[in-house]
């Protein structure tokens, strides 16, 4: 999912990328602040992917939690990107949406710092990153 | 909901509002304490609409979370306004419950702000935003 | 329930009151930070009545860690007084109970600022607040 | 159980104690705060038995959460000392567990302070304070 | 567990290692802040072995929470390795499944603090310290 976020950046603007990995969906929060701080990034984009065990969905909540805490230190928007082992029926489905969900991200991390008007225009339309749009209500 | 938002505090007060979007309930928290400490909003108003799934209640209860603590950093109002998927049986209902949520709520934003006082009067009398208050007990 | 606990200290203790009210449980935490830190409030009491959904009982969970939060921020009590609308089966016993825990929690308030030592010989009695001790064990 | 941690800090040192009371466990951080800030504790019990409701659950969850939050604020030690209502059958069982687990914890508070080497050689021997304890694995 | 990662470390690196026990999990936060910084470290291990009932996850949750608190206070990762007694059948498979887990997460610590680059190439090849690993989606 790492290399998609870096194509899908790439494709669409010309910018420096630091990509760093880290053992677990936990130490996330830390790393994604320490790349803002300490490598000045614009904006972070926190890639993971939960196993579907109730101590794995524990582990995204509490790195959930900490990834927006990161962001309200830094002032800086971090994009988390989680898709859980459970989320598809089979491992093709899984790695389709894994790539979708992180082109679509990708391009909301651009948006967000260089053309944030442009996201107005796709509030209230249900978006949903990987899936099915839920679509505007009526 | 963002834009009747706009509507309700236009109708009510002349005040400059900038009007942000984000991709996920999940960005909100950085983005409203942005508008506080980078834009010097006096009071920001969190608009989202969560899906019905466990993990988009989740979702909700991390922002919310944030929200909260963004406050905390800010010493400012943010204003929550979340209406659920699963709140109501229709798509119609739903866009009701969404809009009466949301003018109310502009309207406690406007009284926090300028007229405190007047939020007195409504204290322990049961309101609920967008539905049938409960009414008083007694 | 704002009135009666401005009854039960105004009977106690003669000093100032600044009386705020939010518009849901959530607007609390950063309501009594600013009571503290902007009016120089010696303690607070953040009340409340959260309803009996289970989003309600959310609510009330992020308003009580964001109401522990801004006591660890500032150094100084925030009593929290909340009575959920399915403690009691009758609207009578819900004002009932609200109306003795309001008033045992404002003696409480005093005592933290004023009299700590009389809380001392409180401890282990197991004192519950609006309803029937559990007594001390033996 | 704050008459028993006094007795068991009184016979193994010779030191100061501040001993306060609050009114329920969700005002124990802020108190360990201020022991810890304004009156200098080198280290602090926050001694607490929360009932068995669903509701006493939540509030021993958030008290403890702000009281881990209170010793990252300060860089000192806070020993969690709760005794859930329900973790005995009868009156005297729980005494018993409560005065057991308060003087195992006062000796952990003082190896903290003055001889945490000592606690090394309790590692991985699977101490369970006040029960039985769970002994290393094989 | 302690030991195994001081000689999975030393096999691997000459460095120093500071060493501390602490009585439960929601302990280790605090330590671990203090290692950073009092003690100058450049990474830390939290090891545990939390218990199999409800209160005991509940514990490991809030310890959890607080050990990525601590990561985000000191921009500084901490390696969290729990090893839950209800994860293996047998005591012997529970210590086999510990030794495997610290000495996979002391080599991650290792990367994290001289080699970053060596982890990028096991990003998305689903890894599981002391278990099987998940493999590559595909």
């Known amino acids: 999912m790492g290399g998609i976020a870096v ?3 790439s494709k669409n603007v010309s ?11 936990k130490d ?18 926190a890639i993971g992917m939960p196993g579907k065990e109730p101590i794995d969905k524990q ?6 939690t900490g990834i927006i805490t990161a962001q309200l230190m830094t002032n800086t ?16 489905e899984l790695a389709s949406l894994a790539e979708k969900r992180t082109r679509e ?3 909301n ?8 008007k442009r996201l107005i225009r796709m509030a209230g339309t249900g978006q949903r990153q990987g899936g099915k ?3 505007p209500i009526k």
Chains 1, 2, 3, 4, 5 share one sequence.
């Open 15 to 25: 910018c420096d990328i630091v990509r760093r990995t880290v053992p677990g969906v």
């Open 59 to 64: 582990c995204a909540h509490e790195a959930s």
């Open 77 to 92: 928007h971090i994009i988390e990107v989680f898709v859980h082992e459970d989320e598809a029926k089979t491992s093709k």
């Open 28 to 45: 996330l929060p830390v790393e994604c602040k320490i790349l803002i701080e300490e490598y000045k990034c614009d904006i972070v984009m």
């Open 133 to 135: 749009d839920r679509g």
């Open 105 to 107: 991200h990708a391009k």
């Open 7 to 9: 194509d899908e950046i």
């Open 109 to 116: 991390a651009i948006d967000l710092v260089l053309y944030p």
